[in-house]
């Protein structure tokens, strides 16, 4: 637990109770030195005699409170981790009116009005601000590595056809690994084929649909694989889904690519790849679909982790 300066107890102590402060580098009361009087509610002390049974009363009174000190000065130590890293201060991002809408950092795919972000967007339609499956699939001009990924989806109404057949549609990262859209509302199919799957990988941990005609949000937290030169894989992809509001996939990392017909493999691929939704027959509808890029903090190592306890420097040395 950190303790902030100036917050330790033992220093308003040292205020209030009259210690006698030792020289500077030297610690007070925790050593036992230079305590001349601990608390003024307490009897001072006197030179005139006192009964025996008096003393022994004022004896277990001040070792009662002295233990009820120093076990709360051991909760609140007065040493504070430093971790030695200088970290920059993180970015401030405005966040939309609601979480559906971007923040002022987001790349907006679709905000209702058109689709001038998406290759093959043309052959798409814009029904009441929605974005419905037409010939073909999209894929977004710009181009993401780590993401944040947000989009609404409702499968279409009346539902018809059954399996795989049923309001199938996908979110596919830099063009090859498959999130699935399905209508999995009573509908069932191999449990790696149904919405929030891992294609032919993995299945959600739980069915979160909502019927056939109600928006579900999905909030994909994406890690895009490396690769070496050499080609060969340095980390897997990895993928956190929220369906909405739960948690259905949990950093799972990939395999590899998720075609039909195959195993999954890697093939080296640049860092960054557009996102695609798939056209499976099935005229499902879209809104709200922003990306954010994931930048992790920036902190420069500029010296040793350490202990500060007051004036003093403690270096931690690891066992
Ligand atoms: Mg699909």
């Excluded at 580098?25 to 002390?45: D, E, I, K, S």
């Excluded at 007065?78 to 950092?105: F, H, K, N």
């Excluded at 419905?132 to 993401?147: T, Y």
């Excluded at 017909?261 to 557009?274: D, L, S, V």
Aim: hydrophobic share 35%; charged share 20%; proline share 10%.
């Amino acid at each position: 637990m950190l303790s902030e300066k100036g917050s330790d107890p033992l220093r308003q102590d040292a205020k209030t109770n009259q210690i006698d402060l030792p020289p500077m580098g030297q610690t007070p009361f925790r050593n036992g030195a230079h305590l001349q009087h601990v608390n003024p509610m307490l009897p001072a002390p006197t030179h005139s005699p006192r009964p025996r049974r008096y003393s022994a009363h004022f004896a277990l009174r001040t070792a009662v409170l002295l233990c009820c000190m120093l076990g709360r000065s051991s909760q609140t130590s007065g040493q504070e981790y430093l971790s030695g890293i200088q970290w920059e201060r993180p970015p401030i991002v405005a966040p939309g009116q609601t979480d559906a809408m971007p923040p002022a950092d987001a790349v907006v795919l679709f905000d209702g009005s058109d689709t001038a972000a998406w290759v093959n967007g043309e052959n798409w339609k814009v029904e009441e601000g929605n974005l419905v499956i037409g010939r073909g699939e999209i894929r977004s001009k710009e181009e993401f590595g780590d993401c944040q990924l947000h989009l609404e989806w409702s499968a279409p109404v009346p539902a018809s056809g059954s399996g795989q057949g049923r309001g199938n549609s996908g979110i596919f990262f830099m063009g090859r690994y498959e999130v699935q859209v399905l209508d999995s509302y009573d509908n069932e199919t191999y449990s790696d084929g149904q919405a929030g799957a891992i294609y032919k990988q993995t299945p959600p941990m739980v069915n979160a649909m909502r019927p056939p005609g109600q928006w579900n949000t999905y909030d994909i937290f994406w890690k895009a694989p490396r690769f070496a030169d050499d080609g060969s894989l340095r980390s897997p992809a990895a993928i956190t889904l929220v369906h909405n509001g739960i948690l259905v996939l949990n950093h799972f990392e990939l395999l590899g690519d998720t075609p039909f017909h195959r195993p999954p493999r890697y093939e080296a691929h640049g860092e960054k790849g557009p996102i695609s939704i798939q056209d499976h027959g099935n005229p499902v509808r879209f809104r709200n679909i922003w990306v954010r890029e994931i930048k992790p903090p920036v902190g420069t190592q500029v010296r040793e982790p350490f202990l500060r306890d007051g004036e003093k420097e403690i270096p931690i040395t690891t066992p």
